[in-house]
Each structure stands twice: as structure tokens, then as C-alpha cells.
T-cell receptor
Framework: GAVVSQHPSWVICKSGTSVKIECRSL??????MFWYRQFPKQSLMLMAT?????????EQGVEKDKFLINHASLTLSTLTVTSAHPEDSSFYIC?????????????FGSGTRLTVV | AQSVAQPEDQVNVAEGNPLTVKCTYS??????LFWYVQYPNRGLQFLLK??????LVKGSYGFEAEFNKSQTSFHLKKPSALVSDSALYFC????????????FGGGTRLMVKP
């Protein structure tokens, strides 16, 4: 089945540094990638939607200059948290929408736990 | 706009008993409905979906869900709960007329006690 590989699983970084999270679709082409943020014991909050080769569409309230999303190919999308602060600590999850999927499938990465100290 | 409500933050059930996790939705068009399960510090795993066809949908791990259009509900059910079913469950909806974005409910924590 379709698999999205998300790395790293967890990362600890110092305030002010940048962190890059990668999501790769291993056996399919992901024309659309969704990036979510999840706070403890809460639901997933959509941050942005990226389509291959075009600029990401950010949800209201999400700073596009802080959360840089790149979807340069059909198999790779990245989220870079720039100048990270402790309040950026969260669980980040990507999800790929399968191109032309007859079952309208969505496949999720395993998530990245970011801790900013 | 599309929305999903999971009215219960937590559901407790004894092992071997049937379980129900509730979900109601609101869309302007026809819905695609999904259930996902999340274990600690992990991504979401797909359980089942309703696109069209039979209202009763069978999915992974013995779970099933019933689409009820008149009540705009899509409750998740399992005849006999296992301790290993304890996890966080999310209902999600996609409005067919609103692109391919999923909207998630707030999640329901299922606790199955031995």
C-alpha cells in the first residue's frame, strides 16, 4: 500500500535555529501534501496545503515565513520551522493525497515530535 | 464549510463488550467520511471510509461504521472490544464540492479495560 515516510521522528533544537521535516511518498506520486500540527490531547490542525511545483496555501493564522513548505517533486515535501521558539514545540504530521486514487485515499506520515528548548 | 463533531472526549468500555465512538458531520455537498486511529507519538492509521454505496462500512481490525444521512452521523463500532483497541480515534470528512481537504473531529480517546 501507499506509504509516506516522515523524518525525523523526533527532534530537539535550540531556540532560534531552524528545523526541517521531510515527507516522502515511497511508492506513489503525491500531488498534494497536507501539513498538520497537533497539540497534546487535541485534534489535528491543518497548517497548509502544498501542491507539487507551486506555492503552498496556508491556513489563516499560520505564518508562511515561519513555516516554509516546499513541494519540489511528486515524492518529496518538506516543512522547515525557521527561528524556532518553545511555542513551536508540537507534533507535526504530513498527509499525502493520492493522485487519481479511486478510493480517495489519504496516507499519513508517522509524525515528528519537535521540542524547542 | 465542513465540520465534524465527536461529542465524547473519552469512551470507556470493558474488554469483550461492544463499543461505539460517535461522529456527526456537516457539509454542503455529499460527504466522504473517514475514521482514523492514532497511537501515542504516531501518525494516523486508516480504519475505514464511506464514499458511496452501502451505509454499513467494514474496515480494519474488526471495526465498522454506519453512515446515516438523515442524522448526519458516522458512528464507529466494534462488536467486541480489545485492550489493544485503546487509542485516540479521529473522524474526518471531505466535502466533495470543496476540494480535497480533510476536516477532523476533535478526537475521542477509547479506553478498553481488562
Amino acid at each position: 500500500g501507499a506509504v509516506v515516510s516522515q523524518h525525523p521522528s523526533w527532534v530537539i533544537c535550540k531556540s532560534g535555529t531552524s528545523v526541517k521535516i521531510e515527507c516522502r511518498s515511497l511508492d506513489f506520486q503525491a500531488t498534494t501534501m497536507f501539513w498538520y500540527r497537533q497539540f497534546p490531547k487535541q485534534s489535528l490542525m491543518l497548517m497548509a496545503t502544498s501542491n507539487e511545483g507551486s506555492k503552498a496555501t496556508y491556513e489563516q493564522g499560520v505564518e508562511k515565513d515561519k513555516f516554509l513548505i516546499n513541494h519540489a517533486s511528486l515524492t518529496l515535501s518538506t516543512l522547515t520551522v525557521t527561528s524556532a521558539h518553545p511555542e513551536d514545540s508540537s507534533f507535526y504530521i504530513c498527509s499525502a493525497h493520492l493522485q487519481g486514487a479511486v478510493n480517495y485515499g489519504y496516507t499519513f506520515g508517522s509524525g515528528t515530535r519537535l521540542t524547542v528548548v | 464549510a465542513q465540520s465534524v463533531a465527536q461529542p465524547e472526549d473519552q469512551v470507556n468500555v470493558a474488554e469483550g463488550n461492544p463499543l461505539t465512538v460517535k461522529c456527526t458531520y456537516s457539509v454542503s455537498g455529499n460527504p466522504y467520511l473517514f475514521w482514523y486511529v492514532q497511537y501515542p507519538n504516531r501518525g494516523l492509521q486508516f480504519l475505514l471510509k464511506y464514499i458511496t454505496g452501502d451505509n454499513l462500512v467494514k474496515g480494519s481490525y474488526g471495526f465498522e461504521a454506519e453512515f446515516n444521512k438523515s442524522q448526519t452521523s458516522f458512528h464507529l463500532k466494534k462488536p467486541s472490544a480489545l485492550v489493544s483497541d485503546s487509542a485516540l480515534y479521529f473522524c474526518a470528512v471531505r466535502d466533495m464540492q470543496a476540494g480535497n481537504m480533510l476536516t477532523f473531529g476533535g478526537g475521542t480517546r477509547l479506553m478498553v479495560k481488562p
